[in-house]
């Protein structure tokens, strides 16, 4: 597969779901793929190094790396209702854990809190969300793969966990409960859909191969759309055991009109929050062609 595009993307379910067609040989006319598996966070160094022709990586890492990189219009992560939360453990007596001030996020002053990347979305909406939250600042970040976040704040591990994807679903089952949810805050502030996952191309690859990659990305969404079951058994494969149910709840949370195509809400989402975390000093500031295709 040596003129196969390198690309790489997460195993979950939204993800596989999205690329099962293209990846398989099944998008007439679309580049052939040599495919690997990596968690955001190291995508996103991937993208940093200048690695692989085609990654999906977390928007927040755009500022930098597109000059590299063109961000394309399709085949990410947007979305309502889908943003990351806030995890603390529950208490099992009815006592606020130490450190916690009882029924407000003020109470995360000072404590642990562990996060998936320090080059994630989620991270950056926690970051803006805390700035206005959490007065006196957190204490220590940890970052760890994002499936072991829950088990870590449920064995007391660390204060709190900012977790992403299915948690949104199971983490009742670890029995902690959600102290905030971070979309909510940005979609409440600023009307906008939550950006959370993108699809980077060098743009050394020419317009003409980008116009193709964007074109292979979203027929290859809309043929998942159309026969949800030829995807089922590359999703189940690489979903880490994960309840067909809980990943079918993923792809219908995550893969929306915005994988289609970002359109105008899309782009003014990306431009915001990135435009908000470089005016806090949290990103470098954008170019104002920064995220133009092609």
Not at 40 to 49: F, L, Q, V, Y
Not at 109 to 127: D, H, I, K, N, W
Not at 142 to 150: A, G, K
Not at 228 to 242: G, I
Request: charged share 20%; aromatic share 8%; glycine share 12%.
């Amino acid at each position: 597969m040596s003129d196969a595009l390198q690309i790489a993307y997460s195993p979950c379910p939204n993800d596989t779901f999205v690329f099962d067609a293209w990846a398989h040989g099944r998008v007439p006319g679309a580049p052939a793929l040599d495919v690997t598996f990596a968690d955001i966070d190291i995508t996103n160094g991937m993208a940093e190094r200048g690695e692989l022709d085609v990654l999906k990586v977390s928007y927040a890492v755009l500022p930098w790396v597109l000059d590299e990189y063109a961000l394309l219009p399709c085949g990410g992560a947007l979305g309502r209702g889908c943003g990351p939360l806030v995890l603390t453990k529950e208490p099992g007596t009815g006592a606020t854990p130490p450190g916690f001030a009882a029924g407000g996020s003020g109470g995360l002053t000072g404590l642990t809190v562990a996060v998936p990347s320090e080059r994630s979305t989620a991270y950056l909406l926690f970051r803006l969300w805390a700035a206005e939250a959490v007065p006196g600042g957190v204490g220590e970040v940890v970052v760890m793969p994002f499936h072991e976040i829950m088990p870590a704040v449920r064995d007391g591990k660390v204060d709190a966990g900012l977790v992403i994807h299915e948690a949104r679903f199971t983490y009742q089952r670890y029995g902690l409960h959600c102290l905030a949810d971070m979309g909510e805050h940005w979609e409440s502030t600023t009307g906008l859909p939550i950006p959370l996952g993108a699809i980077i191309a060098k743009r050394s690859l020419g317009a003409e191969t980008l116009k193709l990659l964007a074109e292979s990305a979203r027929t290859s969404v809309r043929m998942a759309w159309d026969d949800p079951e030829a995807s089922r058994p590359y999703v189940l494969e690489h979903a880490q055991e994960m309840d067909p149910a809980v990943a079918d709840q993923h792809i219908g949370l995550y893969v929306n009109e915005f994988t289609a195509d970002l359109g105008a809400d899309g782009y003014a989402a990306v431009r915001g929050l990135l435009t908000r975390a470089a005016a806090e000093g949290l990103v470098p500031p954008l170019g104002p062609d920064a995220l133009s295709f092609g």
